[in-house]
């Protein structure tokens, strides 16, 4: 077999900013090259997605990943021989849209309003409240065949487009409702993809966190914390993960709290679910390799003390 990265195709989507005209020739350009070699600054496209493409996702720095195509090998990892080349099109005409229509918005609400225009209403990405807990919403080939998601999974898709553009963007860690930032911490303007990218204000997001969390909650800075790729990505996983579980269908939950472990190795708290759910299901050996696992990789000492209570406890099973 081929290696790894001649066997890679790239979304190549890399944007540099600067003035209109020059941005939609480099956007055509990218566009028409995008299956490429594997490139080392992104993340690939593979045409057979395998346990190879997140691991590759897993070796990457933080700020390599681009969220959406990450989330489309993810996906496809769950659609055998599927073809993402419609997928990877789709990326690009809403990239181009946006070159076209916001290549010299300057400030973050013209920003905002134009990705809230061109995938919130031109391309009908919305949240689906009808059957919210549906596993395709955190499933990102769905979410596009379907153009309706979960906040964390269409965020995905602002966030990197805006990326593209070279525009400041951020999923942050709200409480139960993932939503976007868009621009600096400084000067930030708050979306919901769920909402057809909605801009909030100070009192609408106080209201998504009281819908959440209850009445009394307030914003806290946690809140408005910005996630890394990764931890996004783990959220994707942890929605699809714990609907699984719910339904019952423990094989299927261990494999996506096992595909967390591969794409955030450094992420205690997936090592942690996965140790659960092992336990669970009565494999003992593998649930102590997952809690060694997360001893190797965290420092906190309360995750630290939890990790050591549970392989002691598991020592005396024997």
């Not at 919130?120 to 379907?146: C, H, K, M, W």
């Not at 996004?232 to 699984?244: F, I, P, W």
Request: net charge negative; aromatic share 6%; glycine share 6%.
């Amino acid at each position: 077999m081929a290696p790894l990265a001649e066997r890679c195709v790239t979304l190549v989507f890399w944007w540099h900013g600067g003035a209109a005209p020059p941005a939609i020739r480099m956007w055509r350009r990218n566009h028409m090259t995008r299956r490429t070699r594997f490139h080392e600054e992104g993340t690939a496209l593979v045409e057979t997605p395998n346990t190879d493409v997140i691991l590759q996702i897993g070796l990457l720095e933080d700020e390599a990943i681009s969220l959406d195509s990450a989330a489309l090998q993810i996906a496809a990892l769950d659609h055998a021989g599927l073809d993402l080349s419609a997928y990877v099109d789709l990326l690009g005409e809403i990239t181009e849209r946006l070159v076209v229509l916001g290549g010299d918005a300057e400030n973050a609400v013209a920003r905002a309003k134009i990705l809230a225009r061109v995938i919130g209403t031109e391309f009908g990405f919305v949240g689906d409240r009808q059957s919210y807990d549906d596993p395709d919403n955190a499933d990102l080939i769905r979410v596009i065949d379907r153009r309706r998601g979960l906040p964390v999974s269409l965020t995905i898709l602002y966030v990197a487009a805006a990326r593209r553009l070279g525009w400041a963007a951020d999923a942050l860690n709200t409480p139960g409702h993932v939503v976007a930032r868009i621009g600096s911490e400084t000067e930030p303007v708050l979306i919901d993809p769920f909402d057809g990218g909605a801009m909030l204000d100070a009192e609408q997001f106080a209201a998504l966190l009281r819908a959440v969390l209850g009445r009394d909650a307030t914003p806290r800075p946690e809140h408005l914390t910005a996630m890394s790729n990764r931890s996004v990505l783990v959220r994707l996983l942890m929605n699809q993960a714990s609907r699984a579980e719910r339904g019952g269908n423990l094989d299927r939950a261990l494999t996506l709290y096992q595909r967390m472990t591969v794409i955030a190795p450094s992420n205690a708290h997936a090592w942690w679910e996965h140790a659960r759910l092992q336990l669970n299901t009565g494999d003992v050996e593998a649930a102590r390799s997952s809690l060694s696992a997360m001893l190797e990789v965290t420092r906190e000492p309360e995750l630290r003390m939890h990790a050591c209570a549970a392989l002691d406890a598991l020592s005396r099973r024997r």
